[in-house]
């Protein structure tokens, strides 16, 4: 039976006014095309930017407190918040005006009162480009060959998993993966075939990614990475145990290699208890360190270590 498909997310927009008049009429104009937030002052606008990374800010200028001005300049030298596109909406109608907002980093600048129709139509232009710029980014983010990350991407994803786990006080697990003979299955069969084994791997790897933030990436070569947050040694350990079975059972033959007439792979893992923000290179050093010795000790293996972080 197929998994139904999921209806794609309408993207978010942060609607930011003190007046509720305004940001109700901005709520109903917007709601067919996006899921709107809304903030009533400058400090809620920056704490939902935060929390619920919206795809586009309309900013009202003139608040108390905290001024819209004031909220792009706090966002703009954020680097959590920094990406995301604001759109003034201000009574402040003069060249100089709108020449300043964008000056601050805006997108757009819309005079009040401001016609309905023309405010739907920049709102959902702008929304495009995002989508569009999306898309982009995560073409870059993307191995051409096995269709799975890249390692641009695990590099994001283990600094922001390791900030994550270290707020949760929570294990973080590596695996890293090399083909075994990858070299003289080449030399033997030839690239193209390589590349197809490098395919069938990775798609392999795909399917241990079953928890959120669970990442499989090609990290260069016939070398393979799984990022495994929230899961501790033993769980972790036992899902390399899985891939290596997985691999040896597709029989995809190897007739070059001296450990086994199949294709095999070599795998080393780490465990960690991230404590601060910032990543310890020793992680992945360690995790490789355990690659080599599955390798020393063989091939075909899986070499396991854990350390308090």
Request: hydrophobic content about 40%; some cysteine.
């Amino acid at each position: 039976m197929e998994k139904p498909v999921a209806p794609p997310q309408l993207p978010k927009v942060l609607v930011v006014d003190d007046e509720k008049q305004n940001r109700d009429l901005l709520a109903e104009l917007l709601r067919n095309d996006c899921r709107v937030i809304l903030a009533k002052n400058g400090i809620q606008a920056i704490e939902r930017a935060h929390e619920l990374h919206p795809d586009l800010i309309l900013l009202d200028v003139m608040m108390p407190d905290m001024n819209g001005h004031q909220v792009i300049q706090a966002l703009k030298h954020d680097d959590a918040t920094r990406q995301i596109p604001v759109i003034f909406i201000s009574a402040l109608d003069s060249p100089e005006d709108e020449e300043h907002g964008l000056d601050l980093g805006a997108v757009d600048y819309i005079t009040k009162p401001f016609h309905p129709s023309i405010v739907r139509k920049r709102v959902r232009n702008h929304l495009q480009s995002v989508h569009h710029r999306h898309l982009l980014e995560n073409l870059a983010k993307i191995d051409s060959l096995t269709e799975i990350a890249n390692r641009r991407r695990y590099d994001e994803a283990l600094e922001s998993e390791w900030r994550r786990c270290a707020r949760n006080n929570s294990p973080l697990s590596m695996i890293i993966i090399d083909v075994d003979h990858f070299k003289a299955y080449n030399d033997r069969l030839g690239h193209a075939a390589g590349d197809m084994i490098l395919r069938t791997i990775a798609i392999a790897l795909k399917g241990f990614m079953r928890r959120p933030g669970d990442l499989a990436a090609r990290y260069g070569g016939e070398e393979f990475v799984l990022l495994l947050p929230q899961v501790d040694a033993q769980a972790a350990s036992h899902i390399a145990g899985d891939i290596r079975a997985t691999v040896e059972q597709m029989q995809l033959a190897h007739p070059a290699s001296p450990v086994s007439p199949y294709v095999t792979i070599s795998l080393g893992g780490m465990t960690t208890q991230p404590y601060d923000g910032q990543v310890d290179p020793q992680f992945f050093r360690d995790a490789d360190a355990a690659l080599y010795a599955a390798k020393a000790r063989g091939r075909n293996r899986v070499v396991w270590q854990t350390t308090a972080g």
